[in-house]
């Protein structure tokens, strides 16, 4: 069993900065892979960034070279650090978790934070 609990999302202009958080607790998290997930209402679930147990990252297309996941085991904290961003990113962010690696299914989530990027 893994708890998720995100932090961080809140208001900003288009070209602004977050940094979502993602407090985990369980045992032997750093044997877990650890997603992030957005969701606009009327829009399918869109899958963001993963990092996987031996820290190796991959981020979606569309948000590549602006967001960057990072994980720090020893505050079994994972991070969405988030630049430049967009009016389209405007989403709710969910922390996910999975065993070993990200192209496993997440069976873990969080409660999710909203992020909203407008003028």
């Known amino acids: 069993q893994v708890d998720l609990v995100e932090s961080g999302g809140g208001w900003v202009q288009p070209g602004g900065s977050l940094r979502l958080s993602c407090a985990a607790s369980?045992?032997?998290?750093?044997?877990?892979?650890f997603a992030w997930f957005r969701r606009v209402p009327g829009k399918e679930r869109e899958w963001v960034s993963c990092i996987n147990n031996v820290g190796r990252t991959v981020v979606a297309d569309s948000v590549k070279g602006r967001f960057t996941i990072s994980r720090d085991d020893a505050k079994n904290m994972v991070y969405l650090q988030m630049h430049s961003l967009k009016p389209e990113d405007t989403a709710v962010y969910y922390c996910?978790?999975?065993?070993?690696?990200?192209?496993?299914?997440?069976?873990?989530w969080g409660q999710g934070t909203q992020v909203t990027v407008s003028s």
């Open positions: 369980g045992r032997d998290l750093d044997y877990y892979a």
């Open positions: 996910a978790a999975t065993t070993y690696d990200c192209t496993r299914g997440f069976d873990y």
